[in-house]
């Protein structure tokens, strides 16, 4: 193991623009609104109007979330090269084109997996651009305290796609297409907000030519710093145990075990981003102090909350689970962020957060088709008790062998 020495995080010497701040969550409020819409519409079609089994459910899924782990190191390497205020205007403005196109064609009843697959391709890219570009944003806008800030953020998110998956469930009485028409003008809304930021100084951005050496940068950094080795590997897994099986199973869930509707999967999924505004707002003015050990303690409560999901549990008690589930979430996504960006350096700052973003929604493609065949083999609560489980015996591994539980 590596010395305490090693572990001590690096101060950003980043200037900060607190002026800044409110578009800044504007910003973040717009995207992962509209996202939040998206998780439920796009489920639901997926689930209910084109009946798909379980498998094809973690295909669909796939297409959302595998662009992430294609394309994040590229984009975090454009976050250090290219403004980043300029890139969120402009793909806040390209993600509303294939929402539009989407809801244009199931109001002609032209939709298919293909077209669903495709357009959750598009989006997904969309995304995958634009969260290096803003994660990278956030020590200029954060202020001295930035635990705070990043706190700030993750109610932001988690807030606004709250209450994008609520809104999301007026769709059983407006119809898809209208919602889809509204999740678009979400993401206009979130373009203003970046025209509002402040240019990025010439002097912190990377010239030249963008080589491939520049886009593995990110993860050479990551492997040779054991502050952010650590976390990376638990991110992964965050991916595949906990983000896939919770974009495909807990639809299903709510189709198949519950017999509910729309309005019903928009409430489930509210609720974890519900939990985790509440757990990122204590946080905001408590503070953790050893941030890895919070970590591995939150991941303990996310894999007993699907530990008993899986006995079948009724619909509150579902809801209730899910609740909690997310309060842990808000201590391990604020505790992993604010490790990654004290450790990240100033300089290739975009592409150490991008490999962030790889781990945590990159490992999610993976999760998805896993939990997606694995509800077709397992059934969907032995499929929660496998990634239960293993998250389980992940935690005890990395607490013993590692010095994740060490970090500040």
């Excluded at 530990?307 to 549990?313: A, K």
């Amino acid at each position: 193991m590596e010395s305490d020495s090693s572990l001590a995080p690096a101060t950003p010497p980043d200037r900060s623009d607190n002026t800044a701040f409110a578009p800044y969550m504007t910003n973040v409020a717009s995207w992962f609104g509209g996202m939040g819409m998206q998780q439920v519409l796009f489920s639901w079609i997926v689930v209910n109007e084109l009946q798909a089994t379980g498998g094809w459910v973690g295909v669909a899924q796939t297409s959302t979330l595998l662009p992430g782990l294609l394309v994040w190191m590229v984009a975090g390497a454009l976050a250090d090269r290219w403004d980043p205020r300029r890139l969120l205007v402009g793909l806040h403005l390209i993600g509303a084109v294939p929402v539009l196109a989407l809801a244009g064609l199931i109001w002609l009843g032209r939709v298919d997996l293909p077209i669903l697959i495709a357009f959750g391709l598009m989006v997904g890219t969309v995304g995958a651009l634009s969260m290096p570009a803003r994660d990278s944003l956030l020590t200029r806008v954060a202020g001295d305290d930035l635990m705070r800030g990043v706190t700030t953020m993750t109610a932001a998110q988690f807030g606004a796609s709250a209450v994008g998956t609520l809104l999301a469930g007026l769709a059983r009485l407006t119809g898809s297409p209208f919602m889809l028409v509204v999740q678009a003008l979400v993401f206009v809304v979130g373009a203003g907000a970046a025209a509002r930021l402040p240019p990025a100084r010439p002097e912190s951005l990377i010239r030249g030519r963008l080589r491939l050496s520049e886009v593995a940068g990110g993860m050479a950094e990551v492997a040779r710093t054991p502050a952010l080795r650590g976390p990376f590997l638990l991110v992964v897994a965050v991916g595949i145990l906990f983000v896939g099986p919770y974009w495909v199973i807990f639809p299903l869930l709510v189709r198949d075990y519950y017999e509910a509707g729309i309005d019903a999967l928009s409430l489930v999924l509210m609720l974890f981003p519900l939990g985790t505004i509440l757990g990122s707002m204590v946080l905001r003015y408590r503070g953790v102090g050893r941030k890895g050990q919070a970590a591995l303690l939150a991941l303990l409560v996310g894999a007993s909350c699907q530990l008993v999901v899986s006995t079948g549990v009724p619909f509150l008690a579902l809801l209730a689970l899910v609740l909690i589930w997310g309060l842990g979430g808000s201590v391990f996504i604020n505790c992993s962020r604010t490790l990654f960006q004290q450790a990240a350096p100033e300089e290739g700052r975009g592409r150490v957060l991008a490999i962030y973003q790889v781990g945590f929604t990159g490992g999610g493609p993976i999760g998805a088709l896993l939990a997606g065949f694995g509800a077709d083999a397992l059934g969907l609560h032995g499929t929660l008790v496998v990634s239960s489980c293993t998250m389980v015996a992940l935690v005890v591994v990395m607490a013993i062998f590692s010095d994740v539980s060490r970090l500040r």
